[in-house]
């Protein structure tokens, strides 16, 4: 598609279990970020993934919390045992590689998972 | 540890008048970003600002960096209901051959008729 696509757009889950969101980034974009934004407040950094190199997972809360990014493409977090203050929305981001000059180096984001846990 | 930090947090103004928001971040960084948050909506970037002494403008909005004192300003000019939103500033910071990107809190901006 021509945006970054998440899902679910929302989800319903009971404490304890584990949630998998998904992002597919655009493509060809080889950054892609996972962020945090808890209602009415600014965005957590989750995790941010650049090509081949190791991600940076410095923001992940927990480790309940994991993402992958299989291919360099699509990504997927893993809430495991999943608590209510994780509910939040999950907002999935990509660009190209952030450090060139050109002002195309913005992030684009998905629409959000909104995550509630009961 | 990177702090972006945005003032104020909310701000309520009257269509017509003029103001500033104000982002400050802790490290070095030489690029800035912008980004525009409607009600449940997602982000949608602004600007990107480059380099020290950048100045850009988009109808209504003009933002600009100084790099040396690590401070972006996003100023208003004659606000209209329109630009009911939250704002964000975003700043990359240079990690090895990543570029992480962290925002502020975002300022709630509500226009009044």
């Known amino acids: 598609g021509a945006g970054v696509s998440q899902s679910p757009s929302n989800k319903v889950t009971e404490k304890g279990k584990d949630v998998e969101l998904r992002c597919d980034p655009i493509s060809g974009h080889t950054a892609l970020y996972w962020y945090r934004q808890s209602l009415g407040q600014g965005l957590e950094f989750l995790i941010y993934f650049q090509g081949n190199s190791a991600p940076d997972k410095s923001g992940l809360p927990s480790d309940r919390f994991s993402a992958e990014r299989t291919g360099g493409s699509v990504s997927t977090l893993t809430i495991q045992r999943t608590q209510q203050e994780d509910s939040a929305v999950y907002l999935c981001a990509s660009s190209w590689s952030l450090g060139g000059m050109t002002t195309n180096e913005k992030l684009f984001f998905g629409s959000g998972t909104q995550l509630s846990v009961l | 540890e990177l702090k972006v930090e945005q003032n104020p947090l909310f701000l309520s103004m009257q269509e017509g008048k003029n103001y500033t928001i104000y982002c400050n971040y802790s490290?070095?960084?030489?690029?800035l970003y912008w980004y525009r948050q409607d009600p449940g909506k997602s982000l949608e970037s602004l600007f990107v600002l480059l380099s020290n002494g950048a100045v850009k403008q988009e109808g209504r909005l003009m933002a600009s960096l100084d790099t040396k004192a690590r401070l972006s300003t996003l100023h208003i000019t004659a606000a209209v209901h329109d630009l009911s939103a939250t704002y964000f500033c975003a700043v990359t910071i240079p990690m090895g051959n990543n570029n992480d990107m962290r925002f502020g809190a975002g300022t709630r901006l509500t226009v009044k008729p």
């Open positions: 490290t070095t960084s030489d690029r």
